[in-house]
């Protein structure tokens, strides 16, 4: 109610200062005439606080799970002994749940989403990759660093364990972190008379699909205003580097590393034989629209949310977005993607034979990984 | 012979001036609020000669091919005609053929690679993509630019016709050209003991590969330095956006937009049901050598030559190379690339079906291309 | 109404004595040392009428094409009138819509499809596949020869143009006709309790598939009672080698020819690399059912059509169908079914490179199909 | 030499007796409503000797491998102390190098390949999958029952561990036996005159494929003597179900159950993106030539082995061996295929995902297998 929001909302709270992200140096290269190219290096960032460091903290967790639940607890208790001058935020429901346990704890009126973006300094999320795609559809624009948290295997979105999070957090508030920029997309929809209709960040793709319809559906896609393909079928997915291990996997999709910089292209379930994923310029403009004889209908999905029938005579724009979301990440950026890769995806295991257990096996042993 | 070189070598020619390759402009967006994203326009290049314009050309053409002889003769006499001040280089086979016929060309001599790359201002090629990538092994360190010229059909590589070659040429020598620049990758072939032992730009694909050895190989892949994954098979691609059309795409491979910065790794037949391309950042190192326990052997391939036997423990190194290719291409990118999917690729034919006659297609015309 | 059906309807028909159906005889071998195998021909089977030759005929068209309705009205003046004593039945609505304009038209109860087992000798079939599909589920048992005409293109499920509708049927009525058989599958559901809850005859697939939901579902399949896999992702594809052409060529299947005696296995967008279609023997069982633990749910598309959803605890078995269908097709199957995967399915299209404008094109010209 | 051949050959064994080899009984159906189908039991085949049961048996090893050494010595062994009236022959080299050690051993001359058909009861195969295919090229007609024993992991072609050895023959040759019959292909090479050169039984698949030669070929492919498509890129190669999990699932191609009567023609890396695999009956004849265009050269590789150059206006004719291979199996052939899809080839792994930690897995544990 109202004598919630006077008490512990954000409203006292000043506007936050960004902190500075560097780009790392690139290792100086052991011979001009050996090294020609930097590796990877050159395109990592490094995160440092300005002056006094992170004045509030957002902490989003998964819903549903006593597991999380009690790791939210541990951890705003931790944080707010160790950083008293840290402002803890949470999201209204949690903030009502928990605000007679945990005292010291804000929240910001739902929908309120101007006042994240005014003073949040970072974020905590908790849970599953879901509740980190929550956390990008609550920043429209610039997005705070984001600190994610599993509940136990780590993941592509989510590379640090919570059983460690006091040395991590602290090493985020005091140090210098890692941060892994994933670019965004922006689907901007169109009615039939060109106006803007919405317009939605993109972490994962934008999917134009049949959904509850039960027949083909005929989607036309533009690449700067050429005709690129109409495709048949369940659909088609536009998606960024960070999508390519999600729904864009399934679909037959390339496994593309979140520093390159491109916008994915896959149909779902074409009916073609000759529809392979393209990868376009991440400076494109792709558009969407329902071919105009398509007797199909599509719905848009978003990160996997429903976003409403696309209708004949409506468009989608999708763009990079101007707003990527910078996500501190663990030391070993290349290592940690290898085995992500390995791991999580069980990429490339090979068969196992018996005659190979005859002379040393020519096949590599899974257990590499 | 001797005579020869002096009357007709490149020795009395300046070194020569570099062009001008300037980023085009992006276009003004047509509302801050509307489009937060510059399309295209940012990752297109435009040439225009400094000074008095171009000093030297060099000629490349595929043998064994009647009507490209006769392109060359006509092309040559036509510049000769033309712009008398342009030095004409052609390859010294080529030369000698024709030295008699054609009195005013030049030549340089067999293997004086750096020659080339002292005085040519521009390259023209006639024939195939084979003869284009033919120029790039010519130039392994700084490329001038390059006007590919097809016979017939338009391709990736190949976006003019010989028929249009007066306009196209005028525009290239005295007015204004749109440039894309293809990413090279540098291959590095390292001996036992870990000395260099060979260094060559790629501008398809290097591939290892079984080769002449009838059964699996088994190849291990770096991702700077660290393990990514072991692949048993007939091979592995580690190949451009260039390329993502060449050998890549027969084995699975996406279609890569020549504008994205990025290394593709496509496996050759693996023996694993969890294989699928990978899409690296631009500035990664690669490094692959055979497995030490691999019975089968392995030959490497640059662009399709044959390089050699890849011995136990040598290994290769792949990065980027800091020498593109920089093509004159047609003026529309986006849709030159998008006609080059769909005519020659075939790209998402759809399929033809009885019912789609009753009420109008639901599936889109093939003559649309 | 009543008096309809006492006037037109098929009660005083007397039931359908069922044609011969013989298996071709092997084209004598040209020499028994040259040729082991007999191709093709034993797989064939020709269809002749005993006695008399047919008594009654269903039409079954498309609905809402004025094209297809005067085809039908032409089609069913002219049996009339060449052949008067065969009756002609058409499905109720279309009946109600022409027995003024057609006074010798009949029909049969909407719902009473065992009096559709009793008397039609053949089925004509006038439309799209989706026509041909609605035939098969009118007969769950025994089906009678079909003649599928189209509209125009020609198809798999679709041999004969409308267009040569009176030397076809002549053929089919009077003399010896080629008969494709088509395997059919059988689903049945069985509750919680094991108790059968209905079972269907299936021509192209059924789909076990999120439908409406968001996320991702979890299908369990065993093959004989043995655990094959659990598939997490949109769904799970059980077809025919019919269907092989249909939604399971979208996801990624096999073109299987018609003649294979097999069960096809394919997964709609799984989160895992390694699926890849499985061919199963004829005579297996599948039994697939929604993971106890998956919090996606499931619904049953049989053929296209939505068969409701799929409940926890709930299973469907699929097993070889004994009461395949026999289409009458054109007399060169083998080249038939190659002309139909090139010009229908656009199968292996070459690209078209420029290179080979030059020499002599190593690459197949299209125009052959 | 002749000493050798006259004390320890065949020459005296009397002429072997066919053991008896049943379908057998499908089990009796559930209920007459309730199960239309047999499943599986109608297409296994048990294995029961006439008489006094098998005289001969023939061992066949992989060399140069201490393990399988050994492993040879204990069978002949124990097979020559519990079974004295069972001749044991080995092939040549075996003979030379073991027959002071193992008198009793018995031989067959180098390539005398009739006389192998004309004594041995059945086979013990000791190795991996090349020993396997070994065996099956030494029988080019009937096979006599094949006893595959692995070294160590059970495979699709290798049933048994040699650890079991002595059950596992006690019951082959006491009792009843599963039989899975895995049928093989005839590969007939004709030359320029129509000819026949030569005709050798397939076990995995027939290749045609560029081999030694760097650059693409071109092979069409006929159906019953109608063209079914040409094939650019690195190769074709048409196979077995047997040879579905050797490389034809490395070139994409789906996995067939062995019990499945098919062909499958997949593509080795095609210049198409619509080349997808084809199942055709077994029945078919497929013909496959170098296309007369065609500047790539191409090879014939018969189950891995080199079969020499398929020249210009040779071809290639291949069809259903009548002599499948009569492999003795485990008697649960459903439950030990499914398991070999998942241990070996590792099918369908689904994802890790952090997440799935949090609310009971909906992704199923690999562990199960
Ligand atoms: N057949 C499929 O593969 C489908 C996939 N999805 C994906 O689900 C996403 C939404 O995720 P949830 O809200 O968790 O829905 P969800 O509960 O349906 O789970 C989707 C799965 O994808 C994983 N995932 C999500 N983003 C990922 C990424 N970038 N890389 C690797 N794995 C990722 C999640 O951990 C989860 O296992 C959508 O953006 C879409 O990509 C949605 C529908 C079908
Ligand atoms: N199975 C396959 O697809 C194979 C492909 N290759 C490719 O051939 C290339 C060498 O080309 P050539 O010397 O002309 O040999 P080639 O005479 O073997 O022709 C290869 C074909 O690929 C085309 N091609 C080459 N580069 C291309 C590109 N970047 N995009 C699209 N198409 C392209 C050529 O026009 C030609 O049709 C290699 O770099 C490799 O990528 C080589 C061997 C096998
Ligand atoms: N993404 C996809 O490819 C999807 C395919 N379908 C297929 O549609 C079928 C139902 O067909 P309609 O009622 O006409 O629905 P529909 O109007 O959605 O059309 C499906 C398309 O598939 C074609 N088709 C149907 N059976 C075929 C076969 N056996 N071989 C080749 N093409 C075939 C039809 O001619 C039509 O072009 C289902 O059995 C399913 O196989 C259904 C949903 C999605
Ligand atoms: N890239 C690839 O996948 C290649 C595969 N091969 C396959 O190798 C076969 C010859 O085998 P080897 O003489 O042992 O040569 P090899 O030593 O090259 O081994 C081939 C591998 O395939 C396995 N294999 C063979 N037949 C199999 C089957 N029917 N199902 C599952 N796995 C099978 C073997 O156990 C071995 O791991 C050929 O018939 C061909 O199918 C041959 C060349 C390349």
Redesign the pocket.
């Known amino acids: 109610g109202l004598g919630l929001r006077t008490i512990a909302t954000t409203t006292d709270i000043a506007t936050k200062t960004l902190p500075q992200i560097n780009r790392r140096r690139p290792r100086p290269s052991e011979s001009a005439e050996e090294s020609w190219v930097d590796s990877e290096s050159d395109q990592q960032y490094s995160l440092r606080w300005q002056g006094t460091g992170p004045q509030t903290v957002l902490l989003v967790k998964k819903s549903d799970s006593a597991a999380v639940d009690s790791a939210m607890v541990s951890i705003t208790r931790w944080l707010h002994a160790t950083y008293p001058q840290i402002n803890i935020v949470l999201e209204p429901l949690v903030f009502t749940q928990y605000a007679g346990q945990l005292p010291f704890i804000r929240t910001i009126a739902a929908g309120d989403h101007s006042e994240y973006s005014r003073v949040v300094d970072f974020v905590i999320t908790l849970g599953g990759d879901g509740t980190f795609l929550h956390v990008s559809s609550l920043f429209q624009r610039e997005v705070p660093p984001i600190v994610p948290f599993s509940m136990g295997t780590l993941g592509f979105l989510l590379p640090f364990n919570v059983a460690d999070f006091q040395p991590q957090l602290r090493n985020v508030i005091e140090g210098t972190s890692t941060v892994l920029p994933r670019m965004r997309l922006t689907y901007a929809k169109r009615l039939g008379d060109g106006s803007l209709d919405s317009r939605v960040n993109v972490t994962n793709e934008a999917c134009i699909h049949r959904g509850t319809y039960p027949h083909l559906t005929t989607i036309s896609c533009y690449l700067n205003g050429h005709l690129l393909t109409t495709s048949v079928g369940d659909g088609i997915i536009v998606g960024t580097p960070t999508g390519s291990t999600a729904y864009s996997l399934s679909a037959g999709g390339p496994i593309v590393h979140p520093l390159v910089s491109s916008i994915v292209v896959a149909p779902v379930c074409p009916r073609s034989l000759s529809f392979r994923p393209l990868m376009l310029p991440s400076s494109s403009r792709v558009t969407l629209l329902v071919h105009p004889k398509s007797r199909g209908r599509a719905t848009a999905y978003i990160d996997g949310r429903d976003c409403g029938e696309l209708k004949h005579g409506e468009c989608v724009e999708i763009t990079q977005s101007p707003y990527p979301l910078m996500c501190v990440n663990r030391d070993d950026l290349a290592a940690g993607w290898a085995q992500d890769i390995n791991q999580l995806l069980k990429f490339n295991r090979t068969?196992s034979?018996?005659?190979?257990s005859l002379y040393g096996s020519h096949i590599p042993d899974d257990d590499d990984y």
């Open positions: 068969f034979y018996p005659h190979d």
